[in-house]
């Protein structure tokens, strides 16, 4: 099993969906929930705020974890200008998938690696756009009250139902609409000697 309390990996995460992710590399890893302000900073950019806040988790947790590598990531969705996170309501998941229908969504995922072992981090940020289908009034409300997608950026779980919303998937890797992008973490992971094909 990946998760171990001495693994010298630590995913700065509660998400269940991040753990599942991660596990497919079969690394030991322990978890580690950071608790941060996620509120946007006036006139921040979408990318410095998915790339403060994924550094900001690593570095939340990093005084537990001196010698460690630590997995810190954040996801917002980007759509006509606005930067929408977690929707928190039913209400607001509909009114996010009633703008969606029809129309391209760009999803950003900031992804940090901290190195608390020699004091370095890596960073990256990884672009994926989704193109909704049409969709009816019945289909967003049904959906939303199947899979009460309140905790996800873009109001829909791309590991469940979600699927069923897409008429297209544009991107290097489709990991990071769930919330880590495993392509650049590998890499990243290499970087600082834990690559999960070495010995």
């Known amino acids: 099993m990946p998760l171990s309390q001495n693994a010298p990996l630590v995913l700065a995460s509660s ?6 992710l991660l596990d497919r590399l079969q690394l030991p890893y322990q978890c580690h929930s950071p608790d941060i302000d996620e509120t946007p900073q006036a006139n921040e ?3 410095a705020l998915v790339h403060r ?5 690593a570095n939340a947790v990093a005084h537990y974890f001196p010698k460690h590598c630590i997995i810190g990531s954040d996801q917002i969705a980007l759509f006509e200008g606005d930067i929408l996170g977690k929707p928190h309501t039913p209400e607001r998941a509909y009114a ?14 900031g ?4 190195d608390t072992r020699e ?5 990256h940020i990884e672009p ?11 289909e967003i409300e049904r959906y939303v009250a199947l899979e009460q997608p309140l905790d996800s950026a873009g109001s829909f779980r791309m590991e469940g139902l979600g699927i069923t919303l897409f008429e297209a998937l544009e991107g ?3 990991n990071a609409l769930i919330g880590l992008p495993l392509i650049a973490l590998c890499d990243m992971l290499r970087q600082a000697g834990m690559d999960p094909l070495g010995t």
């Open 96 to 109: 996010n998938l009633t703008r969606f229908s029809g129309n391209r969504v760009t999803f950003l995922t």
């Open 111 to 114: 992804l940090a690696l901290l």
């Open 119 to 123: 004091q370095r981090h890596y960073t």
């Open 45 to 47: 950019s979408p990318k």
């Open 15 to 20: 998400s269940r969906f991040r753990r599942e």
């Open 128 to 138: 994926f756009d989704v193109v909704f289908r049409k969709l009816t009034n019945h």
């Open 53 to 57: 806040l994924a550094l900001g988790k």
């Open 172 to 174: 290097r890797d489709p």
